[in-house]
């Protein structure tokens, strides 16, 4: 009994190391992901889509707390990556790492679920999870910048709104997608027809198709998107409909970094706003539409299995009543007892 109770006490600081390392390590290549594509505003540089505070979002919601270690692990190796470590560097590490932990508390505190099946739990991640806990990374991030003679003071706003609004998308586009394959992979699913798999690659050759020439195209197509997302929230709900947001998002954010379609004659600041409205759209009606399906469903079922249940005690009921009757003759009158 003692060795065994000595082998988990030796096994637990393994595990916190192992996931602590697994969780820098996403935390990295995610910023490693978003540093490929860049737009310059106000003499920064800033990712459209920082997916770094998704991953951190998704990995404090399934492992808690404690992997806040691995993130800021992982923030000090995207620090090192950038640029030579000073001392406002701890302040960024700081930001980045209290940003979704607060997000990650702010929704425990509200009962938050992560299966997304509810709307109110959608509306959580939006509001608490990404448009306020990003303003500690981002208000850190742009002050510190400033402070240090990095930054223009006259750039300060439009800096903080473009970091601020990437940190956000990364969470409302990542997020989402990583929590749906985390429920795949380690819940029992029910199998799936091979006719909803067809439907799948039939989703998955059109959004191939049109979502490139959408974002690509000079002719403002970019609304041609959204019957994509329709269709894949109606029929696979929140992975499908996430996964189809996150390809349109990446496809729109390389034709904007590339200056291509409808991003060809704008400035800096009008691309900037034109791509995080139409990755804000997409990640809001994607969210709250696969939501809104989800409670329809699941209030359906509910009501189906409140129907069942009264059939059956009806039957039991009935059951019952002509059991106690007592038997009759022909004539309808009770039959005297032997």
């Not at 992997?67 to 701890?90: D, E, N, P, Y």
């Not at 020439?213 to 997302?229: E, M």
């Not at 791509?275 to 709250?288: E, I, M």
Request: glycine residues 8%; aromatic residues 8%.
């Amino acid at each position: 009994m003692t060795c065994v109770v000595a082998r988990q006490d030796l096994r637990t600081p393994a595990v916190f190391v192992l996931e602590t390392l697994a969780v820098a390590a996403c935390y990295y290549a995610g910023g490693r992901l978003g540093l490929l594509r860049e737009l310059h505003i106000g003499g920064a540089v800033v990712s459209p889509i920082w997916s770094p505070t998704g991953v951190a979002v998704a990995c404090l919601l399934v492992f808690g707390l404690r992997c806040w270690v691995g993130i800021a692990l992982g923030a000090l190796l995207i620090l090192m990556h950038l640029t030579s470590l000073r001392l406002s560097s701890l302040g960024v590490l700081v930001g980045s790492t209290a940003a979704p932990v607060c997000g990650y508390l702010l929704l425990r505190r509200v009962g938050f679920r992560i299966d997304l099946t509810r709307l109110r739990d959608c509306l959580y991640l939006v509001f608490l999870g990404a448009f306020s806990a990003m303003l500690i990374s981002a208000s850190t991030g742009a002050a510190l910048l400033v402070a240090t003679g990095d930054l223009p003071v006259r750039n300060l706003w439009v800096v903080w709104l473009a970091w601020w609004v990437g940190d956000a998308m990364g969470v409302l586009l990542v997020a989402p997608v990583l929590l749906t394959l985390y429920r795949v992979l380690y819940r029992v699913r029910a199998p799936v027809h091979w006719s909803r798999w067809k439907e799948a690659v039939g989703l998955a050759v059109t959004a191939g198709v049109l979502v490139p020439l959408a974002t690509r195209s000079p002719a403002s197509l970019l609304f041609a998107i959204y019957p994509l997302l329709i269709w894949a929230a109606l029929r696979f709900q929140l992975g499908g409909s996430m996964v189809c947001a996150l390809f349109a998002s990446v496809m729109a954010t390389i034709a904007a970094t590339d200056r291509v379609g409808p991003f060809e004659r704008l400035t800096e600041v009008e691309v900037l706003v034109n791509l995080h409205a139409f990755n804000g759209a997409l990640a809001l009606t994607a969210l709250l539409l696969s939501a809104v399906i989800a409670e329809q469903r699941n209030t359906r079922r509910s009501v189906e299995r409140a129907c069942q249940e009264l059939v059956e005690v009806l039957e039991h009921l009935t059951a019952g009543e002509v059991s106690a009757r007592p038997p009759r003759d022909e004539d309808g009158r009770p039959r005297d007892g032997d």
